[in-house]
């Protein structure tokens, strides 16, 4: 799974907002989430095959963290389309400074 069809689901989207604490416990995710633990063990396991999560397991329970590694990339991929809006939206706020 490619980090943009791992991200392009809503509740993976969840899922990483809630590990930007920290390191979370398997099933405060789906208390959390409010869904039931396969739906949610399945949704990590797309998280994991993109490398958006690492999983440490301490006994019985599992805890998932973010690995930044693919975010640093997705964030370097999106830095020319940030320039190319940025460049965009100014002009955009000149016109309309001059308008008024």
């Known amino acids: 799974m490619t980090i943009f ?3 392009s689901d809503p509740v993976r989207r969840d899922i990483l907002a809630l590990l930007r604490a920290g390191e979370v416990p398997a099933g ?5 989430l409010d869904l039931p633990q396969p739906n949610v063990s399945k949704h990590l396991k797309a998280l994991r095959e993109a490398g958006l999560v690492r999983i440490r397991v301490d006994g019985p329970k599992r ?3 973010l690995d930044p590694g693919p975010l640093l990339e997705l964030d370097a991929w ?3 389309y940030r320039e190319f809006w940025a460049d965009k ?4 706020g000149d016109h309309l400074g001059r308008s008024d």
């Open 63 to 65: 805890y998932y963290s």
């Open 28 to 32: 405060s995710l789906v208390e959390a």
């Open 78 to 80: 999106l830095q020319p």
């Open 5 to 7: 069809n791992a991200i």
């Open 89 to 92: 939206l100014d002009a955009l």
